[in-house]
């Protein structure tokens, strides 16, 4: 199992940028991939970005597309989320999620693929 821990959430205006970051501890970090998730107020919780293991491949949301980056340091163990010109309705929980398998070759949407989960950090985006 592995433990995650995000950071860097807090309250910025539309058009402003957060970075996310999520340090994991445990298992082999490197060997899974890692997703954001994000769920707003009496709103199920969705998918937002995803990255495989080694940070080859990617995938994002349409919502978030252009605008939100997802990265991986393996040597630190942490995996980041880049959020530029953020909108009020990007306002949420966000929180990051290992992928339940290793080395798995394409990138996946889905909560149930993923184990371990942190215990999100408030993202508020003021308009």
């Known amino acids: 199992q592995v433990q995650l821990v995000e950071s860097g959430g807090g309250l910025v205006q539309a058009g402003g940028s957060l970075r996310l970051s999520c340090a994991a501890s445990?298992?082999?970090?490197?060997?899974?991939?890692m997703d954001w998730f994000r769920q707003a107020p009496g709103k199920e919780r969705e998918f937002v970005a995803a990255i495989t293991w080694s940070g080859a491949n990617t995938d994002y949301a349409d919502s978030v597309k252009g605008r939100f980056t997802i990265s991986r340091d393996n040597a630190k163990n942490t995996v980041y989320l880049q959020m530029n010109n953020l909108k009020p309705e990007d306002t949420a929980v966000y929180y990051c999620?290992?992928?339940?398998?290793?080395?798995?070759?394409?990138?996946?949407?889905?909560?149930?693929?993923?184990?371990?989960w942190g215990q999100g950090t408030q993202v508020t985006v003021s308009s």
């Open positions: 999620a290992a992928d339940l398998r290793p080395f798995r070759l394409q990138v996946s949407r889905y909560e149930g693929d993923f184990g371990s």
């Open positions: 445990g298992r082999m970090f490197s060997s899974y991939a």
